[in-house]
């Protein structure tokens, strides 16, 4: 079988990300780089592929059998709906959209003509999730009452100095960084169904958030808190504690989430299970066992890729849709309209 003809949009940090997992691929190639900064016709050389300053000249020049969109959050829907328009499946990087509006507009687009989106949530391709959401669906924790979550770092200078864009609307934790983790709550949880928030720009005084305080409803009833900062000397995030990106130093006893039943709770992603024997009472005055699940470790990203060839190939269906998409956008857009309100609100349907 031919390997899939990929092009990627955007040469930054993630693009670079995605770039290394198709060099590294058997399923696809890559084909064009995309990209109008100036470094970017240098990248092209050392991957040996054309460059492209924008989509159309690449799209009246190539064919291509998908296109893998790691734009800045502004352009994600104009750079999508100019690949759908020529039906070619897209791997789009989270946020699928800057606002909800145009992400309602590619939601249109896909159940209208049948386009195959493939949101860039990574983390639903993740062991440690697959695992996670298989105890939680087993029943082995009980009803779900309480969500603790964690994204705490402290992103160094130079990370805006490369892109001032992460400074400014669009940009930011909420959107960045925060989407990714009301995707994995969604996953675990069930939808969210109100928010209510504070922010703080005290630390970095940018246009953007640099700390957040959450709380969460969920559908069910479950009540969450969440924590999130790109100013915060801490490990405790999804990347100092998961061990998916070597890139970052990992802790092995820290805990991102821990989500709490009636039967039991679940840390994540040291994955300790803790509850009651059936001999015990349902008691805090009773000791709790601790099992640890077992999972095994892989690149997220790969396991991404991997499916969205074969999304391109027809023999699966998107994990993460443009419909969640747009979910996992508006709760970070209702977190943003509590902030500035003041009060809680509730989540589009």
Same mark, same amino acid.
């Given at each position: 079988?031919?390997?899939?003809?990929?092009?990627?949009?955007?040469?930054?940090?993630?693009?670079?990300?995605? +770039?290394?997992?198709?060099?590294?691929?058997?399923?696809?190639?890559?084909?064009?780089?995309?990209?109008?900064?100036?470094?970017?016709? &240098?990248?092209?050389?050392?991957?040996?592929?054309?460059?492209?300053?924008?989509?159309?000249?690449?799209?009246?020049?190539?064919?291509? /059998?998908?296109?893998?969109?790691?734009?800045?959050?502004?352009?994600?829907?104009?750079?999508?709906?100019?690949?759908?328009?020529?039906?070619?499946?897209?791997?789009?990087?989270?946020?699928?959209?800057?606002?909800?509006?145009?992400?309602?507009?590619?939601?249109?687009?896909?159940?209208?003509?049948?386009?195959? +989106?493939?949101?860039?949530?990574?983390?639903?391709?993740?062991?440690?999730?697959?695992?996670?959401?298989?105890?939680?669906?087993?029943?082995?924790?009980?009803?779900?009452?309480?969500?603790?979550?964690?994204?705490?770092?402290?992103?160094?200078?130079?990370?805006?100095?490369?892109?001032?864009?992460?400074?400014?609307?669009?940009?930011?934790?909420?959107?960045?960084?925060?989407?990714?983790?009301?995707?994995?709550?969604?996953?675990?949880?069930?939808?969210?169904?109100?928010? &209510?928030?504070?922010?703080?720009?005290?630390?970095? *005084?940018?246009?953007?958030?640099?700390?957040?305080?959450?709380?969460?409803?969920?559908?069910?009833?479950?009540?969450?808190?969440?924590?999130?900062?790109?100013?915060?000397?801490?490990?405790?995030?999804?990347?100092?504690?998961?061990?998916? *990106?070597?890139?970052?130093?990992?802790?092995?006893?820290?805990?991102?989430?821990?989500?709490?039943?009636?039967?039991?709770?679940?840390?994540?992603?040291?994955?300790?299970?803790?509850?009651?024997?059936?001999?015990?009472?349902?008691?805090?005055?009773?000791?709790?066992?601790? &099992?640890?699940?077992?999972?095994?470790?892989? /690149?997220?990203?790969?396991?991404?890729?991997?499916?969205?060839?074969?999304?391109?190939?027809?023999?699966?269906?998107?994990?993460?849709?443009?419909?969640?998409?747009? &979910?996992?956008?508006?709760?970070?857009?209702? +977190?943003?309209?509590?902030?500035?309100?003041?009060?809680?609100?509730?989540?589009?349907?």
């Amino acid at each position: 079988m031919e390997p899939l003809a990929l092009a990627v949009m955007g040469a930054g940090l993630i693009g670079r990300q995605h +770039i290394d997992r198709i060099e590294k691929a058997a399923e696809c190639r890559l084909a064009a780089i995309v990209d109008p900064a100036t470094d970017a016709p &240098q990248t092209a050389k050392q991957q040996g592929v054309t460059h492209y300053s924008n989509i159309a000249d690449a799209l009246a020049n190539e064919v291509f /059998d998908g296109v893998i969109i790691a734009t800045p959050n502004a352009l994600h829907s104009e750079h999508a709906e100019q690949c759908l328009a020529r039906n070619l499946p897209i791997l789009i990087e989270k946020p699928i959209a800057h606002e909800s509006a145009a992400a309602k507009s590619l939601l249109t687009a896909e159940r209208d003509h049948g386009h195959k +989106i493939l949101v860039g949530h990574h983390r639903v391709h993740s062991p440690i999730m697959e695992t996670a959401r298989e105890i939680v669906s087993s029943g082995v924790l009980g009803s779900i009452t309480t969500v603790m979550g964690s994204a705490q770092f402290y992103k160094p200078a130079a990370y805006f100095d490369e892109a001032l864009w992460r400074t400014k609307r669009g940009g930011g934790p909420i959107l960045i960084n925060l989407i990714h983790e009301i995707g994995n709550l969604r996953t675990l949880v069930g939808e969210i169904s109100s928010v &209510q928030a504070m922010a703080s720009s005290a630390a970095r *005084n940018f246009e953007v958030e640099d700390t957040v305080a959450i709380t969460l409803r969920f559908d069910s009833g479950a009540l969450g808190t969440f924590m999130l900062s790109d100013s915060a000397v801490s490990s405790a995030s999804w990347e100092h504690t998961a061990r998916e *990106n070597p890139a970052y130093p990992h802790d092995p006893n820290q805990d991102c989430y821990q989500i709490s039943g009636t039967k039991g709770s679940l840390a994540v992603p040291t994955m300790r299970v803790k509850s009651f024997t059936d001999n015990q009472e349902v008691s805090w005055w009773s000791p709790m066992d601790e &099992q640890k699940i077992n999972y095994e470790a892989a /690149d997220p990203l790969v396991r991404q890729l991997n499916h969205f060839c074969d999304i391109i190939r027809g023999t699966a269906k998107s994990k993460v849709s443009a419909f969640d998409g747009l &979910q996992n956008l508006l709760v970070t857009e209702a +977190i943003a309209k509590s902030i500035s309100a003041g009060r809680a609100i509730e989540i589009e349907r």
